[in-house]
């Protein structure tokens, strides 16, 4: 399908919506239990919570117990790749608790079911009339610290103690979140990078979102943070004007969907496979920029639905942020 083609397409459909008024960011789909992930949807090296309590559960403390909090970081996949996406601002966010009355640690975080690319961007195959999204993310908690793991390349700090009571809220709290907010969304989308003019179109879903909520409650809670601990988090970030709802994904691809729309899309997922053989690999970047910087176009899949992004410089970008471990709601709605 040519250039052409597709513009006059994608003309139409930002027409039909333009009426539509949307509340920015757009706020996370709710949903009222986990559905089945798709057989297809494997990890490959970083199974899900191996050693978390079964089905999602967090023991409970005493009411009078005090636990140390602690915020964990360590480089995404540092397990694999040590240090080195660290260096370039890809941080995993966890929090540690260790029990005063008992002795015990523990860990908590969020993260993707089926690996980070997977929740990024859709399997296209051959004989699939539909993307397959891999894209679920979940609450793990296990017993205990990986020393090691956290302060080899990453951070271990205390940050708070809280009670036995407050820590029993905060459980509930994250078992109610993760059985609600279930899928994985990697980006956060801007309209800029100048700090008196930003206009957030998307929040991401992420580690570091679950660590900020949860780090929130509890500052609601009335939990007392240490000041000598700036709390920095990881954001990968699209930079684009006003994004345009496209369709959801029955009206795209079920019965009198609407076909050439579905080819767009496959096509432009089709560069973000995995496992590319390494010519295939460079071409898909040449395309992936003709797409993203002279096209300036992505598109985003965002509850259950596909927006297009037209995207400006500096298109896409990794920073490392500060963001307070509690926000009072007056300075929430500035």
């Not at 029955?250 to 496992?275: M, N, R």
Request: contains cysteine; aromatic residues 16%.
């Amino acid at each position: 399908m040519s250039i052409l083609v597709v513009s006059a397409l994608l003309a139409l459909v930002t027409s039909q919506a333009a009426s539509v008024q949307w509340n920015w960011p757009v706020p996370q789909r709710k949903y009222d239990g986990r559905p089945p992930s798709d057989p297809y949807c494997k990890a490959g090296f970083q199974a899900f919570c191996p050693s978390g309590y079964p089905n999602g559960t967090i023991p409970r403390m005493d009411d009078d117990d005090t636990l140390e909090v602690f915020v964990l970081k360590a480089p995404v996949f540092e397990s694999k790749f040590g240090d080195l996406l660290g260096k370039i601002d890809l941080i995993h966010d966890a929090i540690g608790f260790k029990s005063l009355k008992t002795g015990l640690n523990y860990t908590t975080e969020w993260y993707e079911l089926f690996e980070l690319f997977n929740c990024t961007f859709p399997h296209i195959l051959e004989n699939q009339t539909t993307p397959i999204w891999c894209n679920q993310g979940a609450a793990c908690f296990y017993a205990g610290i990986n020393d090691i793991h956290w302060t080899q390349n990453g951070t271990l700090k205390k940050v708070a103690e809280i009670t036995g009571k407050q820590f029993n809220m905060l459980a509930d709290y994250i078992i109610s979140d993760n059985n609600t907010g279930i899928y994985y969304e990697t980006w956060r989308v801007r309209n800029s990078t100048d700090s008196s003019s930003i206009i957030q179109w998307f929040d991401p879903y992420d580690c570091t979102n679950y660590a900020i909520r949860a780090f929130q409650f509890l500052g609601e809670l009335g939990v007392k943070y240490t000041s000598d601990y700036t709390s920095n988090y990881s954001m990968l970030t699209l930079y684009c004007d006003m994004p345009t709802y496209l369709a959801n994904e029955t009206q795209i691809y079920g019965p009198g969907g609407d076909k050439e729309l579905a080819q767009t899309l496959d096509t432009f997922y089709s560069y973000f496979q995995a496992h590319q053989p390494v010519l295939h690999f460079v071409e898909s970047l040449l395309h992936i920029y003709q797409y993203v910087v002279l096209e300036k176009e992505f598109f985003l899949y965002y509850n259950e639905a596909y927006w297009r992004l037209p995207m400006k410089a500096p298109y896409i970008k990794a920073t490392y942020e500060y963001v307070p471990f509690y926000t009072p709601p007056s300075r929430r709605e500035e």
